[in-house]
């Protein structure tokens, strides 16, 4: 592979897009700069799974993206070509919980870094981690770049204030600023806030008899979720690009949370069934009748995005982008990667 000598800025690199991505870049010869928000317990955890923590060419600097002038210092002091703000309040349902940090940390943040780029150096490529959340209650089926937004929780208007930022820096000052509107990605480095990885982390204790039940909220809602080791790829392939723009990653399959649930506990060998409906509904074990799964409302959300599909199909025709890994794949992955951790006495 040609090594490049080119430097990046990565926010959010404790995050699992920017471990995935951070590794990326240092194996095509990056500097890279990756940044973490102060809190009582940092977690790097991701970073040293990925064995590159003590990468020579990482640097990890902390960075609170709600401020401005730190904004401008760390674009002045990293002297990046490509920016890549992953950094965020991420979870869609803190941010009903949240909503004014939401909109300081997922859209000012993104601003800041516009600012810092336009005032420092606006020669270098910004890339903005768009979210199919902005399609919320979908307009189009399947989701592509022009259907109309329509975000349905405090996390999805952020996000859609930051994209079109983004792209108005772009049509204003001429910045190569461009969107990569990701839907949902998933992998063993997943958050365990997140539905998929609290699926395969509480199958894998069900297994070990760490965890009686697990308990879930809305198991209706359709996902189109893909593996996050590939998605860090296409972010890449957006900043290559000869224009800035605005792209869809996505599988173009979607499945319920239902599924994935059925999808887990057959990867660790259990065929579950499910009676009843709504709140009452719960899964059990096909040949023993144990409870598995049950309903708690307290997992429900006050607006819900019940489906998502996106057609990826320009970032393959303009990107030669496309997925691969199917979510059978994906989710064995997981499961394994979660039996392996429990067994061994820790998961993060
Ligand atoms: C693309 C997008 O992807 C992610 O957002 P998300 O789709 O909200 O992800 P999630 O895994 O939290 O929920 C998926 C679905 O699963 C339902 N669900 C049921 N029961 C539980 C449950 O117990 N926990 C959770 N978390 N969800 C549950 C929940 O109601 C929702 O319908 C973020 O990365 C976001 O940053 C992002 O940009």
Redesign the pocket.
Known sequence: MQKTTKKALITGITGQDGAYLAQLLLEKGYEVTGTYRRTSSVNFWRIEELGIQAHPNLRLVEYDLTDLSSSIRLIQSAEPDEVYNLA?Q????VSFEQPVATASITGLGAVHLLEAIRIVNPKARFYQ?S???MFGKVQAIPQVEDTPFYPR?P??VA?LYAHWMTVNYRESYGIFGSSGI?????SPL?GR??????ITDSVAKIVLNKLDVL?????D???DWGYAKEYVEGMWRILQAEQPDTFILATNRTET?RDFVTMAFKGAGIDIEYTGKGEAETGHCARTGKLLVRI?PK???PA???L?IGDPGKALRELGWAPTTTLEQLCQMMVEADMRRNEQGFSF
């Open positions: 965020a991420s979870f869609v349902g981690a979210t199919s959340e929780s996390y999805g996000k990701l839907f949902n990605h998933e997943r806030e997140f539905v998929t990885r609290k308990e879930l909220g809305n198991l809602a359709k996902r949370v708690s997992f429900y959300r819900e995005v019940e998502l």
